[in-house]
């Protein structure tokens, strides 16, 4: 895996969290160069490498993965405004510049939840929800969009890799201070068979202790916490709402403290330090 | 397994929702016999069986599951006032009403985030959180309690089962009316392999649209749900907020649709037809 960037996954993780993913893809067997460029593909009709930081790589296979752009040539030609992050500009109804056309899709723009900042979300889930709020409104009803958190997961080998809200570098570019909780749980009570290990990060606004965004690296159970995370920040959870938050525990499924509330109980923590 | 009300898990699940179960505990060889009491144990220095509803069941251990009390004694002994519930009145920092004295724990009395009431909780869960505030504060620190929506998740056989807030016929019980959505889902993208059937059932209140409670019964990725919907209780969150909520996805681990999200659309839409 060539990364250009600093570490893998910048999109969803902070470098720390990051380390921990590209340890368990090396665990595997995957050989990981990050800040790093492609130089070029070599081959003739078949590939047979690539040339990466000087390094020649053989590989019989080379999946490109450089980011999406939104195709917005259809829109463009109709008129519709295009909006700051070259996506189809739309309004809550998500209808474009043009009355009665609706957009939506990767091709769309959104706007994030945390900061109401334009935003690509380009995810399925975002896409779906988007796709029947245009529907509706196509159709004669009313229904408006509310907005991304990009909560995206995603698997390699046994480990599963979740993200939503803002990460500690991303909200640093938008100008603002995190604090952040970290914990590493298992998935399951200490004497239980199966358990494995979870590894979750809790970023907060420190002035609110409003929870902006979380991490999760694990064995399993890390897709429904990253939306339980989700579903925090969409209503405005503080870390010592969530480090207190009612959570539910049985030894084959979970510890009796919930990793969240832990992480959530290392960030106020922190933000108590920085205050 | 023979219970004397009318379905089983009546403290967690509404009826509907406990034949999903009963019929799972069927599938797997277990006969389960509801309204019924047991009339006697059978037997002398070794279990035999037991005579329930006129039927002498043969049985080799016998499992009493009839509830627990709070165990009091020392607290009365010393002169600390008693709930409703039968358990140890508490403030919220743990307080009993003899000054420096603290409860936590199955023996402490609390009280339901969802409308105030005194309530025995009763989990563990409930007692670590308890024990926490209980030992800041006899350590000369201040932290309070916020009450307990009494989240649970059990395990039965590859089928998870969890509950938070109130079921229908425990607002039924307390004057209020409710909605309810129920939704059959997939743990993971249909085509995608191991995936497992999931049930999920929101509860709201009609006049506000908030979320009540949540029942689930899945074959995996119970828990943490159960803990998004707690957390979507806890911060008021409607149906029509869950329904439309940022959730994440990939094949392996989740449908781009989300259960509780189509669940929450569905109790929306019966809340629409009673209105």
């Not at 080998?157 to 979740?162: A, N, P, S, T, V």
Request: proline share 4%; hydrophobic share 40%; with cysteine.
């Amino acid at each position: 895996m060539v990364e250009l960037l600093p570490h893998i996954l910048p999109a969803a993780l902070d470098r720390d969290m990051a380390q921990v993913a590209q340890r368990a893809l090396e665990e595997n067997g995957v050989r990981v160069l990050t800040g790093t460029g492609v130089e070029e593909i070599l081959g003739g009709e078949k590939a047979e490498g690539v040339l990466a930081g000087g390094t020649r790589i053989e590989a019989d296979i080379i999946i490109l993965s450089t980011g999406t752009r939104p195709n917005t040539e259809l829109a463009r030609q109709a008129g519709a405004e295009i909006g700051p992050t070259r996506g189809i500009k739309v309004n809550p109804r998500m209808m474009t510049s043009i009355p009665d056309i609706y957009a939506a899709g990767d091709c769309a723009e959104s706007y994030s939840l945390l900061n109401g900042q334009p935003t690509l979300s380009q995810l399925g889930t975002t896409a779906v929800r988007m796709g029947r709020v245009a529907g509706i409104n196509a159709a004669g009803g009313y229904s408006t969009f509310p907005g991304v958190l990009s909560s995206a997961v995603t698997k390699a080998f046994e480990m599963e890799i979740g993200s939503t809200g803002l990460t500690e570098a991303q909200a640093q570019r938008l100008g603002l201070r995190a604090a952040s909780g970290t914990v590493t749980s298992k998935t399951r009570a200490r004497y239980y068979p199966g358990g494995k290990d979870i590894r979750v990060k809790i970023i907060a606004e420190p002035d609110s202790g409003r929870i902006m965004g979380c991490q999760i690296i694990g064995g399993e159970e890390v897709t429904q916490r990253i939306n339980a995370a989700s579903i925090a920040i969409q209503k405005g959870m503080t870390v010592w709402e969530l480090a207190k938050s009612d959570t539910c525990y049985a030894p084959p499924v979970n510890e009796t403290w919930e990793a969240l509330a832990l992480a959530s109980e290392n960030a106020a923590r922190r933000l108590r330090e920085q205050r």
